[in-house]
């Protein structure tokens, strides 16, 4: 299929959730014609030294959706995550929405069910999600026409979606003066990672993007909203026409200092099963922490 058109004349309502313990922002994004809209990379809070699982930020979520009248079609990840554990299932259980994600999924769920050496009972077909999308990928949100593109590098499955004159970048670009994502997890390719930051960066220049991380760098506030444009002038790792090769010399190098996220063992085996939270034989949820596999 080739790669839709964005109609930038379709302006949705975009609303932010900022999670502080991992740094993930978190969206509601309406429809302008209609009630609906979709929720993108809703987090679960997870206390990792007393065990416990919290839901502060997906009942503010919820609480604005019932506020505000709105029918909540998708709930989308836009990838499986290391650094947060997702809160989808909680937003599903409670207002509804598909839980979508990219078909690559299954090589995630290939790698970490190896990992965590999980039993026959995992599936690695991506059937714990209600839609696998594929690159160029057309769905709805209410009227407004919405599409998804495969961006691998940061991990296998990442997919940026666009909806409107809005970009739900993932974990691709940062904000300009964050530079992009990490290119090291198993999987992740920085040369990947740079074809797949030029496919977005050849979107439209006004188009609105939104990021799924922000870290506040050098003091400045957190933010979240960019454009494509200011991305292609600005990113200090991309911007002002970096080259591949220089692009893949640094992320190696960066990558190869940075410790692993605090939760990324308990992340991977819940995002990997849609959110949903392993048990043991009596059915307790219980999160494994394999030693050395890293
Ligand atoms: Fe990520």
């Given amino acids: 299929m080739t790669q839709p058109k964005p109609d930038l004349s379709v302006k949705p309502e975009v609303t932010a959730f900022f999670d502080a313990q991992s740094n993930t922002i978190s969206y509601v994004v309406k429809d302008p014609a209609s009630p609906a809209c979709a929720v993108i990379d809703p987090v679960m809070e997870f206390d990792a030294a007393a065990g416990r699982l919290t839901h502060d930020g997906s009942n503010k979520i919820i609480a604005f959706i019932q506020e505000h009248g709105l029918t909540t079609e998708w709930i989308i990840e836009t990838h499986v995550h290391a650094d947060h554990l997702s809160g989808a299932p909680y937003l599903q259980d409670r207002i509804g929405g598909r839980i979508g994600i990219g078909e690559h999924v299954i090589t995630v769920?290939?790698?970490?069910?190896?990992?965590?050496?999980?039993?026959?009972?995992?599936?690695?077909?991506?059937?714990?999600?209600d839609r696998l999308f594929t690159d160029n990928d057309t769905y709805q949100v209410g009227q407004m026409a919405c599409f998804a593109l495969h961006t691998p590098g940061h991990t296998p499955a990442c997919m940026v979606h666009v909806m409107g004159d809005a970009v739900f970048a993932g974990d691709?670009?940062?904000?300009?003066?964050?530079?992009?994502?990490?290119?090291?997890?198993?999987?992740?390719?920085?040369?990947?990672?740079?074809?797949?930051?030029?496919?977005?960066?050849?979107?439209?220049d006004e188009m609105r993007l939104f990021?799924?991380?922000?870290?506040?760098?050098?003091?400045?506030?957190?933010?979240?909203?960019?454009?494509?444009?200011?991305?292609?002038?600005?990113?200090?790792?991309?911007?002002?026409?970096?080259?591949?090769?220089?692009?893949i010399r640094f992320r190696t190098e960066r990558d190869a200092e940075l410790a692993m996220p605090a939760l990324i063992l308990p992340s991977l085996q819940v995002n990997m099963r849609g959110g949903d939270v392993p048990a043991d034989e009596d059915g307790n949820p219980t999160l494994k922490i394999p030693l050395n596999k890293l």
């Fill in 109 to 129: 769920q290939e790698t970490f069910g190896k990992i965590f050496n999980e039993g026959t009972e995992f599936e690695r077909d991506g059937s714990q999600f």
């Fill in 172 to 204: 691709t670009l940062f904000m300009p003066d964050g530079g992009s994502a990490r290119a090291d997890f198993p999987g992740g390719d920085a040369g990947q990672l740079y074809d797949s930051i030029q496919r977005i960066l050849s979107l439209p």
């Fill in 211 to 247: 990021i799924c991380h922000d870290y506040g760098p050098n003091g400045r506030a957190i933010a979240w909203e960019t454009t494509i444009g200011d991305e292609r002038a600005a990113n200090i790792h991309v911007g002002a026409g970096k080259s591949r090769d220089e692009f």
